[in-house]
Nanobody, 112 residues
Framework: QVRLVESGGGLVQSGGSLRLSCAAS????????MSWYRQAPGKERELVAV????????NYVEAVKGRFTISRDNAKNTTYLQMNSLKRTETAVYYC?????WGRGTQVTVST
């Protein structure tokens, strides 16, 4: 049974940082690319960042380049999203995706 469990969300002030984690189980984690998405209220879910199975390649939506960093630890079956200089407009539920499965998401709220 595939499980993706996000954690690390919360309330942070504008300009602050958060580190999200996604713990995976039920599949061979090291064989799959992993990605982070977000969905703000009233908006469609959007891709934020993706990392290759080995971690050797990453890609980001333009809006977060230079501020967010996606990484993974294949020994721990976990992927991370380090988010710096957060903006109020980045308030959203952040989802982890892997092997075409989704986690339930973690809420990130950025206050002014």
């Amino acid at each position: 049974q595939v499980r993706l469990v996000e954690s690390g969300g919360g309330l942070v002030q504008s300009g602050g940082s958060l580190r999200l984690s996604c713990a995976a189980s039920g599949f061979t984690f090291s064989s799959y690319a992993m990605s982070w998405y977000r969905q703000a209220p009233g908006k469609e879910r959007e891709l934020v960042a993706v990392i290759s199975s080995t971690g050797g390649a990453t890609n980001y939506v333009e809006a977060v380049k230079g501020r967010f960093t996606i990484s993974r630890d294949n020994a721990k079956n976990t992927t991370y999203l380090q988010m710096n200089s957060l903006k109020r407009t980045e308030t959203a539920v952040y989802y982890c995706r892997g092997k075409d499965y989704w986690g339930r998401g973690t809420q990130v709220t950025v206050s002014t």
